[in-house]
């Protein structure tokens, strides 16, 4: 089970290397996460961040190309 809570901590006061995990976290696990209004204004949140590497990190994570 994912750890909704852990993802929304890490969006919003990590670094910018784990604001770059949960925005793969988040687009990978969507459909699992029980709060999907919670997962839409993380992913939301993280699609605004300062760093253009976060931004993007959700479009171009690795298990979407297989």
């Given amino acids: 089970m994912v750890d909704q809570a852990e993802i929304h901590r890490k969006v919003v006061s990590g670094g910018f290397e784990e604001r770059i995990e949960m925005a793969r ?12 209004t919670q997962a839409w204004d993380d ?24």
């Fill in 25 to 36: 976290q988040l687009f990978s696990d969507l459909a699992d996460l029980p709060d999907k």
């Fill in 43 to 66: 992913l939301h949140r993280l699609t605004e961040d300062k760093y253009g590497f976060v931004r993007s990190a959700g479009l171009y994570h690795p298990r979407r190309l297989l």
